[in-house]
C-alpha cells in the first residue's frame, strides 16, 4: 500500500520494533517526494525474521523509491523499490550468514552487490549479481 509520505502513516498499532516507516521510505529527502513509503506487513514480518536470526542491526541503504528517485540511481522501470524492497549494507556482517537468513526468512528476490544485499519478495524467485561482486559472494 502506497503512503504520499511516511510522516502521514499512523504507526500507533506499529508491530516491528526495529523498523521504521522513516527508514523504509523514499531516500530521495524530499527533494523528489514527500517521502513516499509502501506499507507492506509481511515484508516487515520478513524483515523482523532477519533481524532476528543475525542479532544484529540491519542498515538499510535503500527501502522504497519514488519514481523519479528510481530513475534517478539508475533502477530498473519495473524494480520491486517501486513497491517494497531492502538494499542492506554488509559492513559489519557476515555476508553469508545474512544471505542464509534471508532465503531461509522468505525473500525470494535476491541482488548481490559488492556492499550491499538487495532482498525483496517478488512471485518468481530471481537472483543476480551487480558489477564487480560475483568474486566476493564465492563461498
Ligand atoms: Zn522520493
Ligand atoms: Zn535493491
Not at 545474512?98 to 531461509?104: G, K, M, R, T, V
Not at 525470494?108 to 525483496?120: Q, S
Request: charged share 20%.
Amino acid at each position: 500500500m502506497l503512503i504520499r509520505s511516511f510522516t502521514l502513516f499512523d504507526t500507533s498499532g506499529w508491530q516491528w520494533p526495529h523498523f521504521s516507516p522513516r527508514e523504509l521510505s523514499c531516500k530521495c529527502g524530499g527533494r523528489l517526494c514527500d517521502g513516499e513509503y509502501w506499507h507492506d506487513p509481511e515484508f516487515l514480518d520478513a524483515l523482523e525474521t532477519l533481524r532476528s536470526a543475525v542479532g544484529q542491526p540491519l542498515v538499510i541503504n535503500s527501502g522504497h523509491r519514488c519514481a523519479l528517485w528510481n530513475t534517478h540511481v539508475g533502477g530498473a522501470a519495473h524494480s520491486m523499490h517501486r513497491q517494497i524492497a531492502v538494499d542492506i549494507a554488509l559492513a559489519g556482517h557476515d555476508r553469508f550468514a545474512l544471505l542464509d537468513a534471508a532465503e531461509q526468512g522468505g525473500f525470494t528476490g535476491i541482488g548481490f552487490g559488492r556492499h550491499f544485499l538487495h532482498l525483496d519478495r517478488r512471485g518468481k524467485p530471481a537472483r543476480w549479481y551487480y558489477s564487480g561482486s560475483k568474486a566476493l559472494w564465492e563461498r
